[in-house]
């Protein structure tokens, strides 16, 4: 069976640091561009950051560039999200997602059921 | 960035109905838009991507069309199973962008 099994969320203080983890399994990781997308408590979703299979090519929604890296490690077929300097909007439940493809042009065809970030003093 | 508008923002319909969601990319994306359900407390699942490709194990009832700016996503006969959020999402340009969303609600 397909599957993504995020970690790592928890409640943070503004300006901390949170690392997600995202474990996947049932399929070749290593074939799939990788995705996080966010979702804010009552809104909608939001693109956060995406890696290519081989990690040549990264990018971030602007909102999180500079704050946050994605990396993949293929050989244990997991997917990573560092992210620094947090904000209350920040706050969010972040789901882990993979490609249909090796490219970002078919969508996402599996989701994790996503880790939750509360950043709150 | 390419902005996606979806129209409606909430929707009711009967069970049977036929029911049309509507959205509008800012810029030409040719074929290049995925759509998601989402149901509440549950992760977004691919519905629809190139514009009209249905995804694995999607009931047929479900389509899509359109190509450049406008794009559709049509439920030929509503199910109460359809009640949840669609979103529609632009697939070729960075930063990625998803629509706003689209409350389908079943009376």
């Known amino acids: 069976e397909v599957e993504l099994v995020e970690s790592g969320g928890g409640l943070v203080q503004p300006g901390g640091s949170l690392r997600l983890s995202c474990a996947a399994s049932?399929?070749?990781?290593?074939?799939?561009?990788m995705f996080w997308v966010r979702q804010a408590p009552g809104k909608g979703l939001e693109y956060v950051s995406s890696?290519?299979?081989?990690?040549?090519?990264?990018r971030y929604a602007d909102s999180v560039k500079g704050r946050f890296t994605i990396s993949r490690d293929n050989a244990y077929s997991s997917l990573y999200l560092q992210m620094n300097s947090l904000s209350p909007e920040d706050t969010a439940l972040y789901y882990c997602?993979?490609?249909?493809?090796?490219?970002?042009?078919?969508?996402?065809?599996?989701w994790g059921q996503g880790t939750t970030v509360i950043v709150s003093s | 960035d390419i902005q996606m508008t979806q129209s409606p923002s909430t929707l009711s319909a009967s069970v049977g109905d036929r029911v049309t969601i509507t959205c509008r990319a800012s810029q030409n994306i040719s074929i290049w838009v995925a759509w998601y359900q989402q149901k509440p407390g549950r992760a977004p699942n691919l519905l629809i991507h190139?514009?009209?490709t249905l995804g694995s194990g999607v009931p047929s009832r479900f389509g899509g069309s359109g190509s450049g700016t406008e794009f559709t996503l049509t439920i030929s006969s509503l199910q109460p199973d359809d009640a949840a959020t669609y979103y529609c999402?632009?697939?070729?340009?960075?930063?990625?962008?998803f629509g706003g969303g689209t409350k389908v609600e079943v009376k």
């Open positions: 049932g399929f070749t990781f290593d074939d799939f561009a």
């Open positions: 997602a993979k490609g249909t493809t090796g490219t970002p042009l078919y969508g996402m065809d599996v």
């Open positions: 999402q632009q697939c070729p340009r960075y930063p990625l962008t």
């Open positions: 890696i290519t299979f081989n990690s040549g090519f990264i």
């Open positions: 190139t514009a009209s």
